[in-house]
């Protein structure tokens, strides 16, 4: 299967301390996005990279969190001194994207469920 | 800025029936598409269907079809043949831009409806 992959699925932490999670996108797929959904809520877009270029962050992203994607491969998103308010699942998701009607779709991975306790 | 709005937070239906979800949308975009993703419990999201707001023509995939109402900014999603393995929170989401580039980098969703299926 190539589909998009995260890890870790899930990752219990103290609160103040730092985490780190790692999307691999699809191969071919140039875009990568992070979201953040919370519970009983839609995916909230945090950020965006076109290739390693990050493009878009969103306000819900505050300077704790920091996202790469060195050599517009596989992403990483570090969230430094967790708070309880960081408990959420973290979405990654790519798509690629360009001038073809048939792209712009964004497939989703499983997603990294973070406990701040 | 854009807003979508599911306004059944819970939904059920008999094995074998026709169930619609609802989702309107609020956007000044002339361009954008429209999804329909699934996500059962404890499993990761797929894409259900799309729909391309320049094409009048409603998408169908297997079971589940649109409707979609671009004047009223409505766009619902009707499975038939309901089966158990529906059962799963349903997303409508928003992304502008249409036909390539642009800014279609960020979907925005609404807050789901949970689909339950009965046997």
């Known amino acids: 299967d190539t589909g998009v992959s995260q890890n870790p699925r899930h990752k219990i932490t103290k609160r103040g301390q730092n985490v780190t999670f790692r999307c691999d996108p699809i191969?071919?797929?140039?875009?990568l996005y992070w979201y953040r959904q919370t519970l009983g809520q839609g995916p909230e877009f945090l950020t965006y990279?076109?290739?390693?270029?990050?493009?878009?962050k969103s306000r819900l992203l505050s300077d704790r969190f920091s996202a790469e994607r060195p050599k517009g491969s596989f992403s990483t998103l570090e969230i430094q001194r967790t708070e309880q308010g960081d408990s959420a699942m973290y979405l990654c998701?790519?798509?690629?994207?360009?001038?073809?009607?048939?792209?712009?779709?964004?497939?989703f991975g499983p997603g990294t469920r973070l406990t701040v306790l | 800025a854009q807003t979508v709005t599911q306004s059944q937070p819970e939904m059920s239906v008999q094995e074998a029936e026709t169930v619609t979800l609802s989702c309107t949308y609020d956007t000044s975009e002339s361009n954008y598409y429209l999804f329909w993703y699934k996500q059962p419990p404890s499993r990761q999201m797929i894409l259900v269907i799309r729909?391309?707001?320049?094409?009048?023509q409603n998408a169908t995939e297997n079971r589940f079809s649109v409707n979609f109402q671009k004047a009223a900014k409505s766009f619902s999603l009707k499975i038939s043949d309901s089966q158990l393995g529906d059962t799963a929170m349903y997303f409508c989401a928003f992304i502008p831009g249409g036909i390539g580039g642009g800014s279609n980098y960020k979907l925005t969703f609404g807050k789901g409806t949970l689909l339950t299926v009965n046997p």
């Open positions: 998701a790519s798509s690629s994207g360009g001038l073809l009607r048939n792209t712009d779709t964004q497939y």
């Open positions: 990279f076109q290739n390693e270029a990050q493009l878009e």
């Open positions: 191969s071919e797929h140039n875009r």
């Open positions: 729909q391309e707001a320049y094409k009048q």
